[in-house]
Each structure stands twice: as structure tokens, then as C-alpha cells.
């Protein structure tokens, strides 16, 4: 059988969570031939597998608990092609899901998932000062167009601030993000510009972003040149600080982040990935879920040298191995030798971690890796407004900012 439809995608996914992971990749490959006999003359399994791709959009993340769908982790509300949104739906609301998602409700909860806050609806713009301005706007080249969000801080003269791209997980948006890691609050009080970049719906069906395709791991290409074309953007249209441009993003998100330090490393100081995976982990669909299981291999950064990169991963996700926040680094670290120092301790709200920080001889933190004992999937230390939140842990948010304003292009 071939991939005909989103069921075998969910199908696919319930697999890999339960650790089936051939079962799942041969689902995804259409190597089940299980098919009656009776079904009448065989396809070409590439043809069918290029026009069943053609209108799948790819998932890979699950929707959280909610009221709406129970305690577990569920596949997005679409039970097969016809269904599932396309170009040119967006807006619509979801049908009704199927058996097959009611099945998967019915598995149990997911474990590591203590403390995850999440949300259901339309998310509303987190709340600004006066004189502040979180606007929409729009980038388009010829890898096609996406939305954005730019928070613009109170009291903004025309000054030179820093530039921070924050790049949004699974079925998030870009209020949900702002709302969520409160870095809206933190440009206020550290005189930031920061970009929320939206991912559309018609270019992945979760609004992922697709850091597990090839194409998506180029420079000038797909949706590296449109982050990169919206940073840029911004710096044509504002006065930003020489060599002071940040990107950060939580799950594919973080993964997109690490794409883009890979890629630009001219154009980023430094780079922010929560629960997120290293560029090149994975080349397309079947290597995506057994890269989010146990780790998968990584490309060196882009000429060899250091990308300076904080990253932030629960021991406890189940939907990204933590093992990938190692990988993150060591890509990042290339071959540079840098001191070590390892210290513990454990956020107000109770999450326990471990800090790993290395840095250069002259003492500057260049890597920092925090690992967030008993944590899953959710940015650490966020506020219950949005969606994918832990906010017993450490504030990541905090730690990102401090750790990226030492960090400049522009080095003498």
C-alpha cells in the first residue's frame, strides 16, 4: 500500500511514539502489501507515492492535551485527503475528525507532559504598552511569502536596537508564541525589536516548520530564504544594531533556528533552540521521526566554526529525545576548544537542571546547554497564555536574551 491518504501519516506517528519505528517508516515508504487482490491493476508506487505527497501536507508534531481532545496527545483534525486543509482553505475550520483520531484519544497520556500548559482557540495578541506596536506585516521572494509579526518597543525613537527572530513551534502562531515565552515583556525591558515569523498553513498542514526537508536546509532556498529575507527586511526598514541579530524557536522551531545558524552565520550573532533538533538531523519524512525518537546525524556548520548557541530540552520529552540538544551543540561547537564548567540548581517554580557552559579564553559563554530535569515539550519557564509552556522551569526567555546580547557579528 502506498501513502494514500493522512490516516497512514497519523498511523505512522501513533507507531513511532510506541516505539515501532520500522513499522512506521515502512507506512511511510508504502511498504505494506497487504492490499486484497481484488483491488484491480497495480500503479507505479512512485507515481502514487508523488501524487498521494502532493496533496499530504507533512505533520510531525501532535496536538497537545486540551479540553477538546483529552488527556493524550492526538494526530491534527483531518481523517484523510479530501479533508485535510489546502491551498487555499486556510481560514476554513477543521472538519470533524474521524474514528481513527478518536482511537488514537483512547491511548493514555503521554508521560513527561507534567506541568504542560496548553490552549484552545484563536490565541489574542498578548497585551502591549502604550506607545508600543506589535503590527503584522509581509515578506515575499521567489520561494514565496509569509507573514510576520514585529514588536516595536515604547518609547522607540529611531534608535539602533537589537534584532531577535523568534521562529514558532507546531500549530502555534505568532501571538500564541509571543503570548507564551513573554518576549514582548523582555523587549521592553532590554530594548529589542522582535520578529515572529508565521508559518502557513498551505506549506505544512500543522504550520510546522520543514526542517526535515533537504531543500529547507539551504541557504537561499525555501524557507531559509524567507526567514533570512524577513530578518533582513527589518534591518532595511529599522536602524537595527550592527552584528546584533538573534534567532530562536522551540520543536521545529529550534530546528529551523539551528538551520538558520547553520546557513547564515553572517547574518545571526547567535542562536536560541528549545527542544529542538540539529541542522541536517534529518534529510526527509522517514529520517524525521527516527531523528525526533533517538537523535539523528547532523552536517557540520557552515565553514567550520563556532555558531554561538544556547540551548534549552527537557529529559522528559517524548517528542524530541533530548539526546538532539547534545547534537545541537557538538554541531555547533565544530572544532573549537573552549573551557567547561557544569553548575546545578532548580528554577522557584520546582524544575531541577543542569547547566552546562563553555566558554572562550576570555571567559565569554559561547555554548550553554540546559538540561531541565523531569521537563517535556515546552518552553521553560513561559506564562499559561500560550500554548507549549512549562512555567515551573527556569525562564529560558531570560537566559536566551542575556545569553545573546553578548554576542556581536562585528568582532574587532
Same mark, same amino acid.
Given at each position: ?8 501519516? &497519523? ?13 512506521? &517508516? $515502512? ?36 496536538? !497537545? !492535551? ?9 494526530? +491534527? ?7 485535510? !486543509? ?21 491511548? *493514555? ?19 502591549? +504598552? ?10 515575499a521572494?521567489?520561494? *514565496? ?6 514588536? @516595536? ?15 514558532h513551534? %507546531? ?36 504550520? %510546522? =516548520? ?10 537561499? %532556498?525555501?524557507?531559509? /530564504? ?20 538573534? @534567532?530562536a ?10 538551520? &538558520?545558524? /547553520? ?5 545571526? $550573532? $547567535? ?12 534529510r ?12 539523528g546525524?547532523?552536517? !557540520?556548520?557552515?565553514g ?6 544556547? @540551548? ?10 533530548? #539526546? ?23 528554577? +522557584? ?5 543542569t ?14 546547554? =540546559? ?7 515546552? =518552553? /521553560? ?9 512549562e512555567?515551573?522551569g527556569?525562564? $529560558?526567555?531570560?537566559?536566551? #536574551? ?11
Open positions: 500500500m502506498t501513502i494514500s491518504s493522512n490516516a497512514d501519516m &497519523m498511523e505512522a506517528t501513533r507507531l513511532t511514539r510506541q516505539g515501532r519505528l520500522q513499522e512506521a &517508516m $515502512a507506512v511511510l515508504r508504502g511498504a505494506f502489501h497487504d492490499a486484497p487482490a481484488s483491488e484491480g491493476p497495480r500503479v507505479n508506487d512512485g507515481d502514487a507515492r508523488q501524487e498521494a505527497n502532493a496533496h499530504t501536507p507533512p505533520f510531525l508534531d501532535m496536538v !497537545p !492535551p486540551s479540553t477538546e481532545t483529552g488527556s493524550s496527545w492526538t494526530a +491534527p483534525q483531518f481523517q484523510d485527503v479530501s479533508s485535510a !486543509p489546502q491551498r487555499g482553505d486556510i481560514g476554513r475550520p477543521p472538519p470533524t475528525s474521524g474514528g481513527f483520531v478518536d482511537r488514537l484519544r483512547k491511548l *493514555g497520556t503521554v508521560g513527561g507532559l507534567d506541568g504542560l500548559i496548553g490552549r484552545t482557540g484563536r490565541p489574542a495578541p498578548p497585551p502591549s +504598552p502604550d506607545g508600543a506596536t506589535f503590527a503584522d506585516r509581509c515578506f521572494n521567489e520561494a *514565496g511569502s509569509r507573514k510576520y509579526k514585529l514588536y @516595536v518597543p515604547s518609547g522607540y525613537k529611531g534608535e539602533a536596537l537589537p534584532l531577535l527572530v523568534m521562529l513551534g %507546531c500549530t502555534q502562531s505568532p501571538d500564541d508564541f509571543a503570548a507564551g515565552t513573554r518576549m514582548n515583556e523582555l523587549a521592553e525591558k532590554q530594548r529589542l525589536l522582535v520578529a515572529y515569523p508565521a508559518q502557513a498553513q498551505s506549506a505544512n498542514a500543522s504550520r %510546522c =516548520w520543514n526542517w526535515f526537508n533537504a531543500i529547507e536546509q539551504r541557504r537561499d %532556498c525555501g524557507e531559509p /530564504s524567507l526567514i533570512a529575507g524577513i530578518t533582513r527586511q527589518i534591518m532595511r526598514d529599522f536602524p537595527v544594531e550592527p552584528g546584533r541579530v538573534y @534567532v524557536g522551540l520543536s521545529a522551531g529550534g530546528a529551523a533556528a539551528a538551520v &538558520m545558524g /547553520s546557513t547564515y552565520p553572517d547574518l545571526y $550573532a $547567535a542562536i536560541g533552540v528549545h527542544s529542538g533538533l540539529a541542522c541536517g538531523a534529518a526527509d519524512m522517514p529520517s524525521a521521526f527516527a531523528a525526533m525518537q533517538r537523535g546525524a547532523s552536517r !557540520p556548520c557552515a567550520g566554526s563556532i555558531v554561538p548557541t544556547i @540551548v534549552f530540552h527537557g529529559d522528559g520529552d517524548k517528542t524530541v529525545n533530548p #539526546v538532539n540538544g547534545d547534537q545541537v551543540i557538538a554541531q555547533s561547537k565544530a572544532a573549537t576548544s573552549l573551557g567547561t564548567k557544569v553548575s546545578r540548581g532548580k528554577a +522557584p517554580g520546582g524544575i531541577r537542571y547547566r552546562t557552559n563553555q566558554t572562550d579564553d576570555a571567559g565569554r559563554s559561547m555554548l550553554e546547554q =540546559w538540561v531541565l530535569h523531569g521537563a517535556g515539550h515546552a =518552553w /521553560s519557564g513561559g506564562s499559561a497564555a500560550g500554548s507549549y509552556t512555567p515551573r527556569p525562564d $529560558a526567555s531570560s537566559e536566551m #536574551v542575556r545569553f545573546f546580547l553578548q554576542h556581536s557579528t562585528m568582532r574587532s
